[in-house]
C-alpha cells in the first residue's frame, strides 16, 4: 500500500477484534475486521442482525458497554489511533470530526431536553459558540434537513414530533459541527419506506454538499445499491467480502454474499414462489466453527473450508474488490 | 458567521433546566389538587416563618384562669389544660414539624443520593455493599431503633454535657434542646434514607443504559454535563416526588416519635406532643385533638397532592 493510499483514508480499521465477557466466558464477536473508508467516500456495511456491524463502529469510538471490550487491531483516524488516543482528546473528535446518527431515532434522544437544546450542544461544547449563534446555527440544520418551520421546531420536545422528523434532528445533531465522518447506524430501519428514501437522498445530497465520508450500517441491500461506493460486507464478525458497489452488485464473490443478494424478492418472482433464503443461523459467537464462519451453510464449501480460515484476498486484476473465500479465490487463479 | 461570545462558560447548565422548569411550572397550574396541595404547603410554610407576628399569645404563656376553653374569637382552637393558647402553639409546631421535615429529609436525601448513585453507577462490589447497608436499614423496625437509639444516647449525651457544664461553666452546654434535635434529626435520617438510596440507583442504573446516554457520549459531551443534563433531568421526576413525599412522611414521623415520648422534648410545641396530650382528655374537650390533627392531617395530604402533580409535570411525555 502506498503512502498516497494512506493519505486518502479518512478511517483505517486494522485487525479489530472486540470480545464480550461474559458468563459462559469470552466469546469473540468482531474477529480482525479490516476496512477504511477514504475521503468523500460512501462505505455500505451490511450483514444480518448480530454480525457485528453496530458493535464494531461502536468500538471505533470506545462507546461499548461495561462488559464488552477491543481486544486487539486499530483504528487510525485522520492519522490518530482512536483506541489509543486519550480520553480527552477522543471527547473532541466524538461529535466533532466524526458524527453519529443512531438506529432509534425514539429513543436516541433526550426525552428532556427540547430538541433545538440538543442540537446546540455539540456546537456549545466543539465550537465554543454563544447561544444565539448556536440557535441559528442549529435553525440552518434543521432547514438543511428539511424540517418545515424550524424556529418553531426548536422548541418541541422529541417527543412532539414523528419518527422521520426525530431522525431528522437525529441527523441534524450529528452534522452540526461539519464532521469529516459521519457514521449512520441503520438510520432508517425504524421508519417506512417513504421516509426512508426521503433520508437517504438527504444523505446524499448533504454528502455532495459538505464533501464529508459516510458510513452507513443497514441490512438493507437494494438501499445501499443506490447509496454506497464501496461495500463491506460483514458475517460473523468478519469481513467476508469488499467491494465497489457496481462489482459486488454484479459480479458477487462470497457465498453470503450471493445468497443475500438472491434474497432480495423482485417483481419479477413468480406470485407464489418461495422466497429463497440462506439456509441455517449464523453460529454463535464463541461457538464459532474452526475454519470459514460461512462453511457449514455454504453451497460450495470444499474441505479446506472447514479447516482453514480464508483471508481477504484480491479477487479482481485491479485489487480493489476482495473476498475472503477459497472457493473464490480458485475461481480467479484459473480464470 | 461572527462569533459573539456572550457566556463565556460553555455548557454552563444553568439556564437549561430554567426551560424544563417553566414548563414544568405551565403543565402544574394546570393541576387543580397539586395547586391546592401546593397553596396550604405555602400557607403553612408562611406560617411557620412570621408565626411570632401572627400569634396574638406566647405558646408558652398560660392562663391558668382560662383553661380548657372551647374554640372562641379571643383563643381560635381554644386553649389547653395550663391555659395556653392552642392556635399559638399549632403555629409554634409548625416551625418544629418544617424543620424536622426539612433537615431530616436533606439528610436521608444526601445520604440516600449519594450511596444510591455510587451503587448505580460504579456497580459491584460498590452496589452490593451498599444494598445490604440498604436492606439491613429497612429490615430493623423503624420505632424500635428510633426508641433504642433515644433510650440508650440521650441520657448519655445529657450526662457528658452536664459534665461539660460543670467543667467549663459554658453556657453552650446547658442548650439540652439541641440533643433533642439532634438525636431526633439523626435517628429519623438514619431510617428515612434508604428509599431514596434505592430510587436514585434504580434511576442510575435504567438511564445509564438508554440509548440517549450513549447518543449524548457520542456528541463528545463530558462525563459531567452527561450526569447534569441527561441523567439527572430524567431521575429527577420520581426524585422530586419522593422528596415531596417524604417531607409529609417525615412531618408525621415526628409526630408519631412525639407521641410515644421519643420525640422533640415538651415544652417545644410538636404537634405530635399535642395529639399525644389531647388524646388523654379528647371525650371533655375534642379541640385539644382535633386541632394539631386536622393541621398535621392537612399537611401530609398536600405534600401527597404535590407530589402526584410535580411528578405529572416534570413528565414531558404525560397525556395532559
Known amino acids: 500500500m502506498t503512502a498516497q493510499n494512506t493519505r486518502e483514508r479518512l478511517l483505517d480499521v486494522k485487525g479489530l477484534s472486540v470480545e464480550i465477557d461474559g458468563r459462559g466466558g469470552r466469546a469473540v464477536v468482531v474477529d480482525g475486521i479490516d476496512l477504511h473508508v477514504t475521503r468523500g467516500e460512501t462505505l455500505g456495511v451490511v450483514g444480518e442482525s448480530g454480525c457485528g456491524k453496530s458493535l464494531t463502529m461502536l468500538s471505533l469510538m470506545r462507546l461499548l458497554p461495561n462488559k464488552i471490550k477491543v481486544t486487539k487491531g486499530s483504528a487510525d483516524f485522520d492519522g490518530q489511533d482512536l483506541q489509543k488516543m486519550s480520553a480527552r482528546a477522543l471527547r473532541k473528535v466524538r461529535g466533532g470530526d466524526i458524527g453519529f446518527v443512531f438506529q432509534d431515532p425514539m429513543t436516541s434522544l433526550n426525552p428532556v431536553m427540547k430538541v433545538g437544546d440538543q442540537i446546540c450542544e455539540p456546537l456549545l461544547y466543539h465550537r465554543g459558540m454563544s447561544r444565539q449563534d448556536a440557535r441559528k446555527r442549529a435553525v440552518e440544520l434543521l432547514r438543511l434537513v428539511g424540517i418545515p418551520g424550524p424556529e418553531e421546531r426548536l422548541n ?158 484480491p479477487i479482481s486484476s485491479e485489487g480493489s474488490h476482495r473476498a475472503a473465500c477459497f472457493a473464490a479465490h480458485k475461481a480467479l487463479k484459473a480464470a | 458567521m461572527t462569533l459573539v461570545q456572550t457566556n463565556p462558560t460553555i455548557g454552563d447548565e444553568q439556564d437549561r433546566p430554567v426551560n424544563l422548569w417553566r414548563d414544568a411550572w405551565h403543565r402544574l397550574k394546570r393541576n387543580k389538587l397539586a395547586i391546592f396541595g401546593l397553596g396550604i404547603i405555602v400557607l403553612l410554610a408562611f406560617v411557620a416563618i412570621f408565626g411570632p407576628y401572627l400569634t396574638p399569645y406566647d405558646f408558652l404563656s398560660q392562663d391558668l384562669q382560662a383553661r380548657n376553653q372551647a374554640p372562641s374569637l379571643s383563643h381560635l382552637f381554644g386553649t389547653d389544660d395550663l391555659g395556653r393558647d392552642v392556635f399559638s402553639r399549632v403555629v409554634y409546631g409548625s416551625r418544629t414539624a418544617f424543620l424536622v421535615a426539612i433537615v431530616v429529609t436533606a ?7 449519594a450511596l444510591g448513585a455510587v451503587a448505580g453507577f460504579f456497580g459491584d462490589p460498590y452496589d452490593r455493599v451498599i444494598m445490604w447497608l440498604t436492606d439491613m436499614t429497612m429490615s430493623v423496625p423503624n420505632l424500635l431503633l428510633v426508641v433504642v437509639i433515644n433510650a440508650s444516647l440521650k441520657t448519655p449525651i445529657a450526662r457528658w454535657m452536664e459534665a461539660q457544664y460543670m467543667a467549663t461553666l459554658n453556657p453552650f452546654y446547658r442548650e439540652t434542646i439541641w440533643i433533642d434535635f439532634l438525636l431526633v434529626f439523626g435517628s429519623m435520617a438514619l431510617i428515612s434514607w434508604p428509599p431514596y438510596a434505592r430510587l436514585v440507583r434504580a434511576q442510575v442504573l435504567s438511564i445509564r443504559s438508554r440509548p440517549y446516554i450513549t447518543a449524548a457520549m457520542a456528541l463528545g459531551l463530558s462525563n459531567r454535563i452527561i450526569m447534569m443534563r441527561y441523567v439527572v433531568p430524567n431521575a429527577l421526576g420520581p426524585l422530586i416526588v419522593a422528596v415531596s413525599a417524604g417531607l409529609g412522611t417525615a412531618m408525621v414521623l415526628e409526630s408519631a416519635f412525639s407521641f410515644l415520648g421519643v420525640g422533640v422534648n415538651p415544652p417545644t410545641p410538636s404537634w405530635g406532643n399535642m395529639i399525644s396530650d389531647g388524646l388523654r382528655v379528647w371525650q371533655h374537650y375534642p379541640h385539644l385533638l382535633a386541632a394539631p390533627a386536622a393541621v398535621l392531617g392537612l399537611a401530609s395530604v398536600a405534600f401527597s397532592f404535590l407530589g402526584d402533580g410535580l411528578n405529572d409535570a416534570l413528565n414531558p411525555r404525560g397525556t395532559k
Not at chain 1, 268 to 285: C, F, H, K, M, V
Request: charged fraction near 20%; aromatic fraction near 4%; glycine fraction near 8%.
Open chain 2, 107 to 113: 439528610i436521608a436525601l444526601s445520604i440516600g443520593t
Open chain 1, 156 to 313: 418541541a420536545y422529541p417527543h412532539e414530533l414523528s419518527g422521520g422528523m426525530r431522525q431528522r434532528v437525529m441527523i441534524a445533531i450529528g452534522l452540526a459541527c461539519d464532521p469529516k465522518l459521519l457514521i449512520a447506524d441503520e438510520p432508517t430501519t425504524a421508519l417506512d419506506v417513504t421516509i426512508q428514501a426521503q433520508i437517504v437522498d438527504l444523505v446524499k445530497q448533504l454528502r455532495a454538499k459538505l464533501g464529508m465520508s459516510v458510513v452507513w450500517i443497514t441490512h438493507d441491500l437494494a438501499l445501499i445499491a443506490g447509496l454506497a461506493d464501496r461495500v463491506v460486507v460483514l458475517y460473523a464478525g468478519t469481513v467476508v467480502e469488499d467491494a465497489p458497489v457496481d462489482a459486488l452488485f454484479a459480479n458477487p464473490s462470497h457465498p453470503y454474499t450471493r445468497g443475500l443478494l438472491a434474497s432480495i424478492p423482485t417483481l419479477s418472482d413468480a406470485p407464489a414462489a418461495r422466497l429463497s433464503s440462506i439456509g441455517g443461523t449464523p453460529p454463535e459467537p464463541g461457538r464459532r466453527p474452526p475454519g470459514c464462519p460461512f462453511a457449514p451453510r455454504c453451497p460450495v464449501a470444499m474441505d479446506i473450508c472447514r479447516k482453514e480460515v480464508p483471508k481477504l484476498e
